[in-house]
């Protein structure tokens, strides 16, 4: 099928040019591959840890429900509707609105955001891929917690390994892109989740069967709101978006992929709910492990890799277990990175019209390069800092706590306020009235209030 990609009206539009989900499960697993990443496994635990456990875990949950849910269904709908990338869906759905043209620039700060946090997740994924080649020569086995904290050291105080390891990942990420939306993305997420699920629970199981498991389910679940302030509140709303790839165009992206029958709203709620299982059953598997071996919560981005592999080290078939969850691990934030650089070809291809490999090539190249300075801050740079933070926390802030909330007020305000009510409301086909109203009063109401007064409160103003 070929048609015009930019300037059409937007009802003309069947599907996209790029292709299509061949089903609704598919979608499911796609957005799912997207919002289950690092950000359930790697980070959900290590902010949870530096700020203070159960509170934050409420705040986030919170955010998930009120402001994420909402957004994600805004998201998906906007791009269903517009089935371009999100810089040209942005334009075109402002021009059926009869809106100003400049929302287009909503698209370019996800695509700029989407670039930016790739850049430092494929570092990280880069560190999952070394812990794969480590699991395999078994350096875990038998090993106590000194000797695990010290391996992870080392691979920090090496730039060339990270750089090694985060070119090999962004390289992966560069050749599932290429191929394309049903071949590539689809193929690569579908055996992926359900086995992420069944090795976590597992490791659940592991953590239950230490004397810890209680004390790190209270850490996790009982709320001390003392240990909560503003920024802490910010991380936990940042969180929300970032673990559910929103504000940014991912879901958009994907939902521009979405065939015209299949209920929004509903994947919506199945997809945040299965991203959020994810990170708790990661919170329950790993704070009774970083209790029994007297680490600290707060240790940071190195959490899982300092706690982890002190477990695949003792366990029976520890070296199976722990090699299959490095691995799933790399595979799960490969899931994310493709929809991280998606938005971004998808722009390349309809506006620049070079063929979808150039497009990955050029945004493989830029994401790779920034990637490098994220690595060298963990060591040779580790003094640069900037606002006071070193590039890879700046980066993390930047984009995670300020330019995803922003993107997401932004979907809210145009959903909410600019669409008309009869286009979303057709879009979303919900079997039920009540049930728009609800979303609506969300979108209209809640969710941009609530991003806005986090906003306002770090900021100082209140
Ligand atoms: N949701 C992913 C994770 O939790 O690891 C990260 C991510 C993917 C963030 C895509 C934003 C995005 F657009």
Avoid at 379 to 402: C, E, M
Wanted: net charge neutral; charged share 10%.
């Amino acid at each position: 099928m070929s048609f015009k990609t930019t300037g059409v009206s937007v009802t003309q539009k069947i599907t996209s040019q790029h292709g299509e989900w061949s089903s609704r499960f598919a979608f499911i697993l796609a957005a799912t591959g997207s919002a289950v990443g690092l950000g359930n496994i790697w980070k959900f635990p290590y902010i949870t840890g530096e700020n203070g456990g159960g509170a934050f875990v409420i705040v986030y949950l919170l955010c998930v429900v009120a402001i994420g849910i909402p957004i994600m269904i805004a998201e998906t709908m906007l791009g269903r509707r517009g089935r371009e990338s999100p810089i040209n869906t942005m334009a075109s759905l402002a021009t059926e609105a009869k809106a100003h043209k400049n929302w287009r620039y909503l698209g370019w700060m996800g695509v700029i955001a989407g670039f930016l946090i790739l850049s430092y997740y494929s570092v990280i994924a880069g560190w999952a891929l070394s812990y794969v080649g480590k699991s395999f020569v078994g350096s875990f086995s038998g090993e106590d917690a000194s000797t695990i904290s010290a391996i992870f050291s080392d691979l920090m105080n090496s730039p060339v390994e990270q750089i090694f390891w985060h070119s090999i990942f962004m390289l992966a990420t560069m050749l599932i892109v290429a191929r394309g939306v049903k071949s590539g993305l689809e193929t690569a997420v579908r055996f992926l989740i359900p086995t992420l699920f069944v090795l976590l629970i597992l490791l659940v199981g592991y953590a239950m069967s230490t004397d810890f498991y209680k004390q790190g389910l209270s850490f996790l679940f009982s709320p001390d709101f003392s240990e909560i302030d503003a920024d802490a509140v910010l991380t936990a709303m940042g969180h929300a978006f970032f673990t559910l790839s929103l504000g940014m165009g991912a879901i958009m992206v994907y939902g521009s992929y979405l065939p015209k029958n299949i209920s929004i709203a509903k994947t919506s709620i199945i997809i945040a709910g299965a991203d959020t299982l994810v990170a708790l059953l990661a919170g329950i598997a790993i704070f009774p492990l970083v209790f029994a071996n007297g680490l600290e919560p707060s240790a940071g981005p190195g959490l899982i890799f300092q706690t982890l592999p002190i477990a695949f080290g003792h366990m029976s078939g520890g070296w199976l277990f722990g090699l299959l969850f490095f691995i799933l691990l790399v595979l799960a934030a490969l899931s994310s990175s493709i929809s991280l650089i998606e938005p971004a070809v998808a722009f390349l291809v309809e506006n620049k019209k070079i063929a979808r490999t150039k497009a990955c090539i050029v945004m493989g190249f830029s994401t790779w390069a920034v990637g490098v300075t994220v690595a060298l801050s963990f060591n040779v740079w580790s003094d640069v800092s900037i606002f006071g933070k070193d590039i890879f926390n700046l980066l993390d802030y930047i984009t995670a706590n300020l330019m995803l909330p922003l993107g997401g007020l932004c979907i809210a305000i145009f959903a909410g306020w600019i669409m008309k009510p009869e286009h979303s409301a057709a879009e979303l086909d919900l079997p039920d009235t009540n049930y728009f109203k609800i979303w609506k009063f969300l979108i209209t109401y809640v969710a941009p209030t609530a991003v806005f007064i986090v906003f306002v409160h770090v900021i100082g103003i209140i």
